[in-house]
T-cell receptor
Framework: QKEVEQNSGPLSVPEGAIASLNCTYSDRVSQSFFWYRQYSGKSPELIMSIYSNGDKEDGRFTAQLNKASQYVSLLIRDSQPSDSATYLCAVHSFNAGNNRKLIWGLGTSLAVNP | DAGVTQSPTHLIKTRGQQVTLRCSPKSGHDTVSWYQQALGQGPQFIFQYYEEEERQRGNFPDRFSGHQFPNYSSELNVNALLLGDSALYLC????????????????FGEGSRLTVL
C-alpha cells in the first residue's frame, strides 16, 4: 500500500466550478499535511498546510482534514484556468529512527476549462 | 528577500559522466533538502543537509552524494550517470529549528533539469 495516495486524474472542471482534490495516507501518527501546486515544468509551491481536524480556509482554497478516516482534501472555489496544474499532497510523518520525513503523493492533474 | 536559487537550470550529460548541481537556500534558512522528480511522478527525497552534515537520506545509491557549505549553500553530485537519472532535481530549503508541525513547509528552487543521453 502506498503511503500517500492521490487520484492521478486528470480532473477536469469548468471555470467557476468547485474543484475537489483528495488524498489518503496510511500512517496514523502523521501530524502535518500540505498541499503543493506544481505548474508544468516548474517547481512545487506550498499553497496550504493543515494540522488539526476540520477545515482551514485561505482565499479560494479550503483544506479539510479527517485524521480518523486518514484523508485530507483541497477544495478550490471559483476555479480559474490559472489553477490548472498538478496538486501534490505531502504528509509529515516519522520513520523507524523517529526522524521526521515528508511523504509525497504522485499528484492530481487539474484542468480548468474556460 | 532572495528565494531558493539553483544552477544550472538545464544540462545534458552522457552515461558514465559526473554532474554537480548547486543550490542556495532562501535567506534565513539553514536546511537544504534535495529531491529527484521524474516526469509524471511526485518528488523523491534524496537527502537533507543541516550544519554541513547529511541528516537524512532517501533510498538512493551512493552514486548520489552531497555537501553543505558554511554559508548553507549545498551541492548535489551524481557519479556514473545512468539514463534513469534523467529528471528534474529540486532543492528545497527550510528552517531546522521550525516547530515540528511546520517542518513540511518547504521552499523550492526552480530546479535543474538533467538529461542523460
Amino acid at each position: 500500500q502506498k503511503e500517500v495516495e492521490q487520484n492521478s486524474g486528470p480532473l477536469s472542471v469548468p471555470e467557476g466550478a468547485i474543484a475537489s482534490l483528495n488524498c489518503t495516507y496510511s500512517d496514523r501518527v502523521s501530524q502535518s499535511f500540505f498541499w503543493y501546486r506544481q505548474y508544468s515544468g516548474k517547481s512545487p509551491e506550498l499553497i496550504m498546510s493543515i494540522y488539526s481536524n476540520g477545515d482551514k480556509e485561505d482565499g479560494r482554497f479550503t483544506a479539510q482534514l479527517n485524521k480518523a478516516s486518514q484523508y485530507v482534501s483541497l477544495l478550490i472555489r471559483d476555479s480559474q484556468p490559472s489553477d490548472s496544474a498538478t496538486y501534490l499532497c505531502a504528509v509529515h510523518s516519522f520513520n523507524a529512527g523517529n526522524n521526521r520525513k515528508l511523504i509525497w503523493g504522485l499528484g492530481t492533474s487539474l484542468a480548468v476549462n474556460p | 528577500d532572495a528565494g531558493v536559487t539553483q544552477s544550472p537550470t538545464h544540462l545534458i550529460k552522457t552515461r558514465g559522466q559526473q554532474v554537480t548541481l548547486r543550490c542556495s537556500p532562501k535567506s534565513g534558512h539553514d536546511t537544504v533538502s534535495w529531491y529527484q522528480q521524474a516526469l509524471g511522478q511526485g518528488p523523491q527525497f534524496i537527502f537533507q543537509y543541516y550544519e554541513e552534515e547529511e541528516r537524512q537520506r532517501g533510498n538512493f545509491p551512493d552514486r548520489f552524494s552531497g555537501h553543505q557549505f558554511p554559508n548553507y549553500s549545498s551541492e548535489l553530485n551524481v557519479n556514473a550517470l545512468l539514463l534513469g537519472d534523467s529528471a528534474l532535481y529540486l532543492c528545497a530549503s527550510s528552517l531546522w529549528g521550525a516547530r515540528i508541525k511546520n517542518t513540511g513547509e518547504l521552499f523550492f528552487g526552480e530546479g535543474s533539469r538533467l538529461t542523460v543521453l
